[in-house]
């Protein structure tokens, strides 16, 4: 089986930066792409980055040139370096990983999410 772990998110002052991190385990052939949705109370859930196989990415237009998102890929692992902070980046964040397991299924699979908080 899969496990996707996140980590990184915590309470930051607006203007601060937090950095993301999730690691997916298991029985892995291939990875598509990887990122983070993120969901507010107030909000839609929405894509905040992407990263795909090839190495391209992709972010929600109220995030570009703030966030980064990278990879390693020997680790399966994906980070987002989050800069410049605003109260409206409060959200839970979730993870997920479109995949191939070595089964030959591929799915989709999320982290267990991890908050972020950024006081004005």
């Known amino acids: 089986q899969v496990q996707l772990v996140e980590s990184g998110g915590g309470v930051v002052q607006a203007g601060g930066s937090l950095r993301l991190s999730c690691a997916a385990s298991g029985s892995i052939f291939s990875i598509n792409a990887m990122g983070w949705y993120r969901q507010a109370p107030g909000k839609q859930r929405e894509l905040v980055a992407g990263?795909?196989?090839?190495?391209?990415?992709n972010y929600a237009d109220s995030v570009k040139g703030r966030f980064t998102i990278s990879r390693d890929n020997a680790k399966n692992t994906v980070y987002l370096q989050m800069n410049s902070l605003k109260p409206e980046d409060t959200a839970a964040y979730y993870c997920y990983a479109d995949l191939t397991t070595g089964g030959g299924t591929r799915r989709y699979y999320w982290g267990q999410g991890t908050q972020v908080t950024v006081s004005s």
């Open positions: 990263i795909i196989s090839g190495g391209s990415t």
